[in-house]
């Protein structure tokens, strides 16, 4: 390829001429030097001389005896695991992060396997541990005694340990080490990037990092702060007035340490978020308050907020401020009783200052969105190379490329409806409207009548009723913004529910595509909240709620209210939603819900002024300046989520069309499905019920879920899905159905070692029914890495994993390990560029639609990373690529409300392929994720596993858990 010369009217010094082309010509690499498009990661590999030291304090044997007499007084509000108590507390007197190991559960390997231990970053004096121990002791609910310090050796003092040397080597390259290891190399990480203030592009002072006792940075002194205000009717006066709330918010630095998969190196992942400051006390689990006896180390540490008893009389205001205050294991008392400067008390705590206590908000409303960016985390890539002195990991673009797929809902349009009931093995599908107030009903059949325009459903709904349409009167008035008449507007939504419900009479079946009908069921008593009986209301209605052969179907769209309505008297009655799921599974009806909005309500206001999404304000934007009419390039008004809800009815009904197919047989050569797969989803979860005061406590339990779905790139029929249970695979809606009106778990499941065999045994047999159907691939989550130790970064494909009694047999069966957690997120696209010219302050760029791959010695890995839906919005979304939340303009200030994104990336290994090439399985595990079956965006988890999961947490006693 010949170079062309430059043209004669630009000299070399002609400034526009180096605008166009910033690389001279003789810095450019040639064609041969061009490297492949690549994506760098926020992960770097670590050398023995990057894992630092500890200081370790060894407890004899007679503490492990010691401590597993000490009482557990469980009943105790302030109760906490002893372990975790005397941690906090630790690291409260100490100023340090602190790890204490479990003595009832001690480390098997590395230095010192079966002694209990304190570990340190820095140094800390023998007789400090035998005074917190004493002083923790006297303090621990139920004990006030003295029987651990006494154990220890008075001469025992800490003592230095390279964390190297706490590695063990093993023949075939693998690596092992102590969990605590781990953590305090991540420590070493956060120190060595602390050293240096972080620079933000133009900004004068660059942000400084604190250290936390987790072991992460805060940037402590360069807090963001915003106020927003607004104006509300006052509940007593009904008076317009002004409210304000300020907003406080910290950069937050994780360093995380791992295995690489493969089990044969170290790497740390090194991740940038925001911990906003809450602006009240609901909610607070945990405070950071920066001490006066350890000022350079932040302490993070759980408290315990007590509200008043709420009042029964209904004029009686609800308490604003809580009854009391307390650190959590009377942490306060520990550190005053060790002879330090008292912590900070919590009750003169001033919430709209920022000061030397700091509340972690957990939810509810804040002035400051989530996330800290796409360019803050790039910013911190770079910082964190120079302050390790080493590359990020840096994956390479395959060839496997991940189209942009349709997004499209519901889960099967009026078209593909038909093919989706044969691909479920349905003649008949029965959707009931179930409902309260008539403007609900109207709500939910205009919008399914307008997304199904040749059904009977639509000929039987007025037309002028239709959400697309204006009314008999002229424009709606939510299309305007001239003041409204709510008696007025009310009146006329009243009318309109009045001739949709005239129209379109109570059970009276109305066609919503060949196959499928909606029946209207006016049911109050069936959807309200309350704890009273339903069994004679579903009975009295059995013609429409019961299926009458085994190739019908009952579904319910349910209305229901959230958050929940007082009684008179101050108390909320029950939720009526898990206990309908519950009944409505127990009758093998599958069952999908919608919130009642105000207006949905037969006495509520009008409907709402028309609200616009950000694409469609950017498109009204861009009409109005080239002078087209704004209303007539958006799209006319829908109800997004009844739309959303009757996808998901059809998806968890089984009734789904052949996208998922068409997105998996496409893909270049080589990497497309090209033979009948059976794709499996396989989610595990521990499910801990929470402790009742004077009940006894109830063991966790271990849920297992099986999704699975069958392929043929071959077959023109839509793909048939199903889920297992107690008798075998069944289809995807009655299996749904029967898991939900089951227990949580089952008799012998847990990760208890000597339940692992059944566990694995049950997995086994549902994978060797499928077999017959053509090749069978797992995905799976490294949640499940305690029964499947195969799945572990540590012993990947080392050791046991799903299907392994079926590959003694013979029988080929390939495990894909599928991670978005713990993982290389990528962060910027690199371009065909000279690696020793990295551009500067450049704007992150998108990995783009490609699967990109890293090899960890023998171990490939790839990565699949698309925009988030925020983030791909526009130039709004893409605020948090441009500007860090340190760096926004003046004029741009509002979107720090905004939740700001980065790359949402996803890990793939394969611990064993079952004689698959891998780019056609890596290829298939990303197409599934890239085409959703029934919203209009991505799963983080390939379909097969997403349902899977889904079926597990729609169950109606998921909600039923400790958190």
């Known amino acids: 390829m010949t170079e062309t010369s430059p043209s004669t009217t630009d000299s070399p010094d002609d400034p526009a001429a180096h605008a166009a ?29 990057l894992l630092g030291h500890a200081w370790v304090y060894l407890l004899p044997p007679a503490f492990t005896a010691a401590w597993r007499r000490l009482p557990l007084n469980r009943k105790n509000p302030d109760h906490q695991r002893p372990t975790a108590s005397l941690t906090t507390a630790g ?5 340090q992060a602190m790890i204490f190991t479990d003595p009832e559960w001690p480390d098997r390997n590395g230095p010192w396997p079966g002694q209990a231990k304190f570990i340190t970053p820095e140094p800390v004096p023998g007789h400090l541990y035998g005074r917190l121990l004493r002083v923790w002791e006297h303090h621990l609910p139920g004990a006030g005694g003295n029987t651990l310090a006494p154990t220890l050796d008075a001469t025992a003092a800490c003592v230095p340990y390279r964390l190297a040397d706490a590695l063990t080597r093993h023949d075939d390259g693998r690596l092992t080490c102590p969990a605590w290891a781990l953590q305090v190399a991540a420590w070493h990480l956060a120190t060595l990037l602390a050293a240096k203030p972080l620079r933000l592009d133009q900004r004068k002072e660059p942000l ?63 991740w940038a978020s925001m911990t906003r400051t809450a602006t009240s006390w609901h909610d607070v689990k945990s405070v950071y308050l920066r001490p006066h006896a350890h000022a350079d180390v932040i302490l993070k540490t759980p408290i315990l907020v007590q509200w008043p008893k709420p009042s029964t009389d209904s004029d009686t205001p609800t308490a604003i401020a809580p009854r009391r205050l307390l650190y959590r294991g009377a942490t306060a008392k520990i550190v005053q009783d060790c002879g330090i400067h008292p912590l900070p008390d919590l009750a003169e705590t001033d919430m709209a200052v920022l000061g030397a206590v700091r509340p972690v908000h ?53 078209d593909t409806l038909p093919e989706a009931l044969a691909g479920a093995e349905l003649d008949r599908l029965r959707i009931a409207v179930v409902y309260h107030d008539r403007r609900w009903k109207h709500r939910i059949l205009t919008q399914l009548a307008a997304d199904h325009p040749r059904s009977a459903l639509a000929a039987a709904v007025p037309a002028d009723e239709s959400p697309n349409t204006d009314g008999p009167t002229g424009p709606h008035p939510r299309d305007t913004d001239a003041p409204r008449d709510e008696t007025a507007d009310g009146a006329r939504t009243d009318a309109a529910a009045e001739r949709t419900h005239d129209a379109c009479a109570d059970a009276v079946p109305l066609a919503l595509a060949p196959g499928v009908e909606i029946v209207c069921l ?24 019961r299926a009458a052969h085994p190739r019908e179907h009952i579904a319910a769209l349910a209305q229901t209210w959230y958050p929940l309505p007082k009684h008179p008297d101050g108390t909320t009655p029950a939720d009526a939603k898990p206990q309908l799921k519950a009944l409505l599974a127990s009758h093998g009806i599958t069952d999908q819900y919608i919130k009642t909005r105000p207006h949905d309500t037969d006495h509520g206001p009008g409907a709402p002024k028309r609200r616009y999404n950000i694409r469609e304000n950017k498109a009204r934007k861009a009409a109005r300046e080239a002078g087209i009419d704004e209303d007539s390039v958006v799209d006319p008004e829908t109800d997004f989520p009844v739309r959303a809800a009757l996808g998901d009815l059809l998806a968890t009904c089984g009734v789904l069309d052949s996208r998922l197919l068409t997105a998996a047989r496409s893909g270049a050569p080589g990497t497309e499905l090209d033979a009948p797969v059976t794709a499996v989803g396989l989610w595990t979860r521990a499910h801990a019920f929470p402790t009742i005061p004077g009940r006894p406590r109830r063991p966790a339990v271990l849920a297992v879920t099986l999704a699975a779905v069958h392929l043929d790139p071959g077959s023109p029929a839509a793909p048939r899905w199903e889920l297992y249970g107690p008798a075998g695979w069944a289809r995807l809606g009655p299996a749904r159905c029967g898991h939900h009106a089951g227990p949580i778990g089952r008799p012998g499941h847990s990760r208890r070692g000597d339940d692992l065999p059944q566990v694995r045994a049950f997995v086994d047999q549902a994978l060797r029914e499928l077999h017959h159907l053509g090749r069978v691939v797992v995905f799976a989550t490294p949640d499940s890495q305690s029964i499947w130790p195969g799945l572990a970064n540590a012993t990947h494909g080392r050791s046991a994993l799903p299907g392994d009694s079926l590959r003694t047999a013979g029988v080929p069966a390939a495990v894909v390990r599928v991670a978005a957690a713990r993982i290389p997120r990528l962060v910027d696209r690199l371009n065909r560029t000279d690696p020793a010219d990295p551009p500067t302050d450049h704007t992150p760029g998108m990995p783009g639609a490609y699967v990109y791959r890293y090899d960890i010695d023998d171990t490939p890995t790839w990565y699949f ?99």
């Open 21 to 49: 082309d910033p690389v001279p010509a003789a810095r450019r690499p040639r064609k041969a030097e061009l490297l492949p498009p690549r994506a760098a990661t926020c992960s770097f590999l670590l050398t023995d001389d």
């Open 91 to 95: 690291r409260a007197v100490t100023g």
């Open 208 to 270: 400084t990092f604190l250290t936390d006792t987790d072991g992460a940075l805060l940037t402590w002194d360069d807090p963001i702060q915003q106020t927003v205000a607004w104006t509300e009717k006052d509940k007593d006066t009904d008076e317009e007035v002004e409210r304000s709330r300020t907003g406080f918010t910290t950069g937050k630095v994780t360093v995380d340490v791992d295995h690489a998969p493969g089990g044969t190196t170290l790497v740390a992942h090194v």
């Open 362 to 414: 957990t939810t509810g409303r804040h002035p400051h969105g989530t996330g800290a960016g796409a360019r803050l985390q790039l910013r911190l890539n770079e910082h964190a190379a120079t302050a390790l002195a080493t590359a990020p990991l840096t994956a390479v673009q395959t060839r496997i490329k991940v189209t942009d797929a349709p997004r499209l809902i519901p889960s099967a349009t009026e």
């Open 522 to 545: 006016h049911l109050p008593e069936l959807v309200a909240h309350g704890a009273h009986e339903r069994t004679g209301i579903l009975h009295g209605n059995a013609r429409w709620l």
């Open 865 to 963: 990373a698309h925009k988030t839906r925020q983030y791909d919005s526009g130039k709004t979304g893409r605020r948090s690529a441009d500007y860090t939340r340190w760096t926004l303009p003046e004029p741009l200030t509002d979107a720090l409300g905004d939740d700001w994104h980065a790359a949402a990336t996803v890990q793939y290994t394969i611990p064993v392929d079952g004689g698959w090439e891998h780019d056609r399985l890596i290829g298939l595990a990303a197409r599934l994720t890239e085409q959703a079956v029934s919203w209009d965006d991505r799963t983080v988890l390939p379909a097969p596993l997403h349902w899977a999961k889904n079926a597990d947490e729609k169950h109606p006693r998921y909600g039923d858990r400790a958190l």
